[in-house]
Structures are given as structure tokens and as C-alpha cells.
């Protein structure tokens, strides 16, 4: 048992801060929200430059052979700005499938652009009928000329509109919702057949509509084994989950700093907000829950690597449901003690307050997991 | 960064679990999982059993019996103690006035207090609630005057758990009207609870148990060497023994067994004609107390490490996190098992039903009890200092508000 960071992981969470600090200002946030990519191409090639998209990869592939660990640090330290850029699409989503299923052809085929920041990739796997049941695919994938040919539709896909590389779950064999029967493509996002439909979230990150028909891979752009995906899409969702964890617990203490900053300034009857206990209470709530989903990010850092998939998934389950709720009150909250002055797009807050719903419903919401967890009650 | 036990942290946990396995008499234990409370002589028996191990004074150092864990160990050993689940130390004698005794305590008072706290020699009590002083301990009014060679002590005392129980107990008395401050005239005092003088009167709790007391004190005479630290100066004392470390304070070995016992019985009841644990709501409900569980448990992890690591014995303020949570989760638990015992659950069984021969219990054996420990943990949350004063204790410690 040990919470201490080693310095290299100090280096870093200071590196991000003093990146982030300089150039996520609210103003200048807003600002990349309003270009065509809705993110800053400039701050991608400098996360690339200190290192940041090559973090989790190993060094053959340009990597930095770091874990799960320093993924964490830099999402909280993304959540506490609100980063826009596809980190969690490339490097976490897509960069997990790779490293778990890729051959090496394919992993040094792409890996080392993920790393210099040259080559983005999203994980097309959600369909609209499926909302967060990982086995129900109706994408699929039928052999022809020794390739296959990919027909089907994926659903708000995270940075789906930019990438390009697609990591696709398609059936080659089996019916919905079963387990067997799902395997992953690599897919050009620019190539015949795919059709992207790009737009924001309600928290301003990109997501897209993908259609696919009648596109043709090669038998070499099958990553993993065939038919026997799931494993890997479990595990890249589990990654999800708990680098969104961090991320979380980077948002809230932004809303706790602001909140607090908010109740120690604002004069009503002639006294600071802060000083009537009612609001003190619910502040001091508010830390509890953010100190409970803390140690709940931390537990699903922790399992991403475990390799016993039972328990894995039942702790990182119960992770998505505490750092989910956890969220919600802190957020809820945060806008409440501010009152009216929360609830404007002008003002930080909300832009938090957004980021944790959307993330609340990535890789299955409270309830979803909380219904699995019940499922396994023994 | 690593949450996982060391091999060494999990061998020396074993080792816990295989003692409390092979000592704690077999009797007290079932009391213990059908929810009864433990009786005085169980408490006694099993904290003696501990201390011939040397793993009673769990937090004192060797020289005075205590085993040398550090904090991680000792979190372990009250998770397994719990878990047991067994009779708890008596939190007065081994948190309380053993940890005062070796910081304000002289030598006298060491030699002759601590080896009889550790052994349960000496049961312990607190006088420190006054009817007009609860979470505003400041104002207490319980005087003690000084005659000679001792003081004289006049005045109440309330909510003190096991008076009727106690051999002795640790008092903050007034010894200054006219200090300045309210906080600077108290004094703090150990008084022999033989002593011509006290008076201890049972308040019976929700529960129907006699747990709590008032105590009176009429011309108690207390010899001016049972005063602890300097006269006047009690109020650090006191602010010492409420802010040691209090790491244990969550409890969560005993949530996590009643959460296990609930399971358990619940696939001997029904619901809808099928077992309760078969039940959506109830599994939901379940998962809910699992998911809070394992993040208080890794709190509970983060603040014991950072007590280790500053080695400073100053408590975290982060601690009222763990007692806010920690007694939420008490209560929820305790109302998951009675709700489990269902309408078997409200007959109070021992005082009518268990004194006719031969008559059959009324449902299952263990569901009497699942009503009077639901009522009983509805002061954890007062005691210890209310959640209420921990959330401004979070207030002004953490959130500078």
C-alpha cells in the first residue's frame, strides 16, 4: 500500500500544470471552441513534443512505456482545465485496442504517429440501438476477396470526425447481443464508404455520426483475433472508465475550488455566503464526495492492469458508479451554491458541470453498472 | 502508487485472522453475528485473550505493552477484529486514557493506570457531555474545587456509556470561573467511580438497552494525584484525546460483516415466493452499500498511509471524512439487516418471549436482533462528535471557511 508518486510522475503531473495553467484560460478555450476542429491542433503537437501522447506505448513504438498511473495524472490535470483535445479517443480508447490486439506490423505501423501527434484514432464501437451494451453489435463484417467488407452504423463516436484511424467492431459470425462473434478493424477514416457526421457534445468535445457501407479492408487490417474481440473491447472501455475517473475527480476539484473561491467573496446581507453553515455543510458534502470519487479514480487506475478480468471489471464497475455519483453532487452543487450567476454559459462552471455529464454517460452510466454490480451480488 | 497490501501486509493480516480464528471463544462470537451487543464479561474476556498476546494496546509503545504495528497494521487488525466479528477494544481504555496517560500522564500515573487499562482491570468511562454541554463541550459546568490535598467535585455528567460499567473514569471538571476564556478553567481529572459521592443513574436508549448513564457527583473527594497535566490546562488534553488518532473511527470491518450476514440470511427469506437475495432491489441495494464500502475503504487507506508517512500524531482533518461516512454506512448496514428480519425483525424476543419454556422462536433466531442495532447505531452519528461538527470541521480545517 503506498500513494506516493515517483518524481518522474511529479515531472510530469508539473509539466502538464504549467502547460495547461499557460494555455487553458477560460478565454482561451473559449476560442479553440469556435475553430473548425473545436480543439487546438497547436497545444496536440506540443503534448506530442513533451511526451504526453506517446505516454502509455512502449519505447519500440516511440512510447514511454509509462501506466495507467501517469494516464491518470494527466487526465485529472485535463480535467481541471477542461482540455478539448482527442487524447482519451487516441492515446487512451484507441491506443489500449492497439497495444492489446495489434501485431507488431500494426502497432509500429501506427503507434509511433499516435506518438508524434501525426495520426489520431477513435474507437467506433457503440451503436445507436446498443446505448452501453458492448455486445450488441449490428455492424457487420462479411468475407469477400480475401478481405472483408464492413456494413453498418456506429453511434457518437469520440473524435470520430477527425481521426484517421478507425478501430471498428463489426460481426463476423453470431447473432445480437452475443459475446462470440465480434472482432475489431482498422479502418481509414477517409476511406470509400464512410460517411461522417461531425458534431459537439453538450460539453463542446467532437464526436460523430459513422456510416459504413459496403467498405472493404484487407485480411491485415483485422486487429486481434477473429470473431474473439470482446475481451478487448471490455478492456478498452475499462480504460475509458478510468481515465474519465481521473479526469472527474480533476473537474470537481476545479468546481470545489471555484465554489469555495465563490463562497468566500460573495456578499449577501452584508456578509460573505460562506458564512451561513448551511451552505458550509454542503460545501463540506461536497469534499466528502470529492475525497470519496478521489479514492474511487485511484481503485480504477489501479485495476486497468489487473489480470484477473472477473475482478477487474467489478471494481472498475464500482468505480463508474462512485466517481458518477460523486460527480453529480459535486457538480449539482456547485452550480446550486453559485446561484444564478452558475447557471451562464459565460461562466466556468457549467462548462464543468457539462464535461461530467457527458462523461456520466460514456462506457455505461450509474446505473448500468450498478446493475451489473447487482448481477454479481453473492 | 500501489493500493494493493504488500505480501507482508497480507501475511500479517492472516496472522490477525488466524488468532482472532483459533482464540475468540466460540459463544461470544455467535452473540456477536446474530447483532447482540457485547456483554460486559465478553468485551473483558476477549481484550484479555488480546493483551496476553501483546495485542490489546494496539497504539501504545512496547515498554508499555503495546505490539509496535504501525498504522497500516493496526487498521488491518481492527478491520479483521471487527470482521470476526469480535468484541471491540474498549475504545476508553486504548484509545482514549492510555493514549492521554502517555502524553500528559507523570510516571505514577503510568505505572499504576496503563498495565490495568490494557488487561481490562479497569473499565474506563468518559465524563465529559453535561446536560448544557454537548457538542459545545466548552461550557461544561461540573466543578471541582481544590481543598488540600484534593478536590472537591460537584456536578453532572450525561450520555456516559458505561458508567455502570466503569471502574474509573476521565473527567473534565471547572476548576477556573474567572478565566478568561471558557476553555481555559477546565481541568481534567480521574475519578474512582467507588467514591463516596457518585452517583450513576441508567438512561435506557431507543434500543431498550441500558448502554448510557447519567452520572452525579455530590462532594466527590478526588485526590489532588489523579489530576492529569496541569490544573486549568485540561481543555488541550481533552482537544488531544478527541483529535488522536482516529483512523479505527470508520468501523468498517463491522459494516462489511453485517453486509455479509445480510446476504446471508437473506437467502433464508422470501420475497414475492422467491429468496430475498434474489430480489432486484434487494441486490441493487446491496451493490449501493459494496460500491460505498470500497471507496471509504480506500480513503480510510489514504489517510492512515499519510498518518504513517508524517509520523507527526497530528489527526487529519480528512479523519471527520472517514467518521461522516464510515457511521452513514453503520446505519445503512444496520437497517439492510433489519429489513432482511422484516416483521420477524420488531418483537422485542428477549424480555417476554425468550422466558417460556419450550416456546419456538417467533422466525429466525438472528432477527430479534436486527431492530435494537439499527436503533442503537443511530448514535453513531451523534457521538464521537456529531457528523454535523465534522462537516465544520471540514468546514474551517480544509475548506479555510
Redesign the interface.
Known sequence: ?????TED?RLLTESVNRLLADQYAFEQRKAMLKTQEGWSTRLWAQYAELGFLGLPFAEEFGGFGAGP?EVMLLMQAFGRHLVLEPYLATVVLGGTALRLAGSAAQQGEILPGVAAGTTKLAFAHYERQSRYDMTDVLTTATPRDGGFVLEGAKSVVLHGDSAEKLIVSARTAGGRDEAQGISLFLVDGDVKGVVRRGYTLRDGTRAAEISLSEVRVSRDDLLGEQDNALPVIERVVEAGIAATAGEVVGAMEAMQAMT?DY??TRQQFGRPI??N?AL??R???M??AL???R??A??A??MVEEQDAAERAR?IS?AK??VGQSGRFVSQNAIQLHGGIGMTEEYAVGHFFRRVMVIEHMFGDTAWH??R?????? | MDLRFTPEESAFREEVRHFIRENLPADIRERMRLGYPPRKQDTITWQRILNRKGWAAISWPKEWGGPGWNAIQRMIFLEENLSAPAPELLSFNITMIGPVLLQFGTEEQKRRFLPRAANLDDWWCQGFSEPGAGSDLASLKTRAVREGDHYVVNGQKIWTSTAHNADWCFCLVRTDLKAAKRQEGISFLLIDMKTPGVEVRPIISIDGSHHLNEVFFTDVKVPVENLVGEENRGWSVAKFLLGNERTGIARLGRSKERVRFAKQVAREVRMNGRPLIEDRAFRTRVAQLEVDMKALEITQMRVVSAYEKARDGKPDPLSSVLKIKGTELLQNTSELAMDVGGPQAMPVWQQELSQLANEPAIGPEWAPQMAPAYLMLRAASIYGGTNEIQKNILTKAVLGL
Do not use: R
Request: a negative charge.
Open positions: 500500500m503506498d500513494f506516493d508518486l510522475q498511473v469555495l463562497l468566500k460562506g458564512e453553515q458550509q455543510h460545501a463540506a458534502e469534499l466528502v475525497e470519496q470519487g479514492s474511487m485511484m481503485l487506475t489501479m471494481n464500482m458508479v462512485g450498478l446493475d454490480l447487482a448481477d454479481q451480488v453473492d
